[in-house]
Nanobody, 115 residues
Framework: QVQLVESGGDSVLPGGSLRLSCAASGFSLSSYSMGWHRQAPGKERELVAMIFRDTGKTWYGDSVRGRFSITRDNVKNTLFLDMYDLEPDDTAVYYC????????WGQGTQVTVSS
């Protein structure tokens, strides 16, 4: 059974940092280009970072480039998102999925950035 379980979200002050994790089961993360998506209140879900299947190269959305870093641990079958210099606009529920999402969404993890 394919499952994605996100964790690591928290409430932080602007300028803070977090590490999100996504534990995958039922399939191998390395078989797909994987991404972190987020959905802010009242907005559409958007892809903010992805890691390509074959090359391991990464891509970031304009709003997070230079502040976020996506990595994966193929042995642990886990995807990570390191977030630095967090801003209030980063407040959202964060999800992992394939870059073009087709897996069942997990429950997500809430990130709140507020003073």
């Amino acid at each position: 059974q394919v499952q994605l379980v996100e964790s690591g979200g928290d409430s932080v002050l602007p300028g803070g940092s977090l590490r999100l994790s996504c534990a995958a089961s039922g399939f191998s993360l390395s078989s797909y280009s994987m991404g972190w998506h987020r959905q802010a209140p009242g907005k559409e879900r958007e892809l903010v970072a992805m890691i390509f299947r074959d090359t391991g190269k990464t891509w970031y959305g304009d709003s997070v480039r230079g502040r976020f870093s996506i990595t994966r641990d193929n042995v642990k079958n886990t995807l990570f998102l390191d977030m630095y210099d967090l801003e209030p606009d980063d407040t959202a529920v964060y999800y992992c999925n394939t870059a073009t999402p087709f897996l069942t969404w997990g429950q997500g993890t809430q990130v709140t950035v507020s003073s």
